[in-house]
């Protein structure tokens, strides 16, 4: 006796059949691009060759890396290619998932990456996440993250065996589907300049000299100034959101901006330093940064 199917399910069965295949060659298209981009990405940084290092880097990528190595005093593009660790190979590396959200996406790792610090033997097995843009040439190389396994010693075990963890699903490591904006590009600074923020029960972002400085959010963290530090009067904006706290925890929110003298006896001078009388923060926080003879004096 013949079944009958309802047409309206036997349509659905069959464009699910026929859908299924074309979605997983684009997921294995999409992969393959991504893996070519970085293998391209990853040659250029050991040829030393720029207009590799171009094609393969994603354009925002491309000046976020230059302001950086500006903002530091050093010469660009020669410093691209002077880093103290080497780009890890991934086919020694047991691939474990792709995730795209829109225009970002971004393949997992697990193994011993090596990123010559230690000798091979050493190398533990950690995961490694690599970042990608797609822009209208196809999969660019955006950037990499190391994930340290050693405070997750069941997450690591778990993966030696060949397991799959669900540790990965957590929503810090999907892709965020945003593509950070183009910068523009930062001029050489008069002096190094580092901030550092303290922002617990807040979200806070930087903005020095009409560059983004950092976002920092419920946690303390020092970053090199893009564009440094000029002589004379420095605009610093700061957006603050206030985040909810447990109860019984104080709001903490102080900045500091420092000169990197590269002097060995007085490697760095505290030319600013703010924190809030009271609390909530308001939302926009205006200050100047004075760099000067006053504020530079031991």
Not at 57 to 66: E, G, P, V, Y
């Amino acid at each position: 006796m013949t079944r009958f199917v309802p047409a309206p399910l036997f349509v659905a069965v069959v464009l699910l059949c026929t859908l299924l295949p074309q979605a997983q060659g684009q997921d294995a298209a999409a992969r393959r691009q991504m893996e070519q981009s970085y293998s391209r990405w990853r040659e250029a940084m050991v040829t030393r060759s720029l207009a590799s290092w171009q094609q393969a880097t994603a354009t925002s990528r491309q000046l976020m890396t230059r302001n950086l190595i500006v903002s530091q005093k050093q010469a660009f593009p020669a410093a691209l290619f002077d880093l103290p660790v080497r780009p890890p190979e991934t086919a020694t590396l047991r691939f474990l998932k792709m995730d795209i959200n829109g225009v970002t996406g971004q393949l997992a790792y697990f193994g011993k990456v090596d990123i010559g610090l230690l000798d091979s033997s050493e190398v533990p097995e950690n995961l490694l996440i690599l970042k990608f843009i797609l822009e209208s040439t196809g999969w660019k190389f955006d950037t990499t993250r190391l994930v340290n396994l050693a405070s997750a010693p069941d997450v690591r075990a778990t993966l030696k065996n060949g397991g799959s963890s669900a540790f990965l699903n957590e929503p810090e490591f999907a892709p965020t589907g945003v593509v950070p904006p183009i910068p523009k590009a930062c001029p050489v600074p008069d002096r190094i300049g580092v901030l550092q923020i303290a922002s617990f029960g807040y979200q806070t972002t930087a903005v020095v000299n009409g560059f983004d400085a950092a976002t920092v959010e419920n946690n303390a963290e020092e970053h090199i100034i893009i564009g440094g530090l000029r002589d004379g009067e420095n605009p610093l904006q700061l957006s603050v959101k206030q985040l909810p706290i447990p109860e019984g925890e104080k709001r903490v929110l102080q900045i500091n901006a420092l000169v990197l003298t590269g002097n060995e006896t007085r490697p760095t001078i505290k030319v600013y330093s703010w924190k809030p009388e009271t609390h909530p923060v308001p939302e926009a926080v205006n200050q100047i940064i004075h760099v000067n003879r006053l504020t530079l004096r031991p």
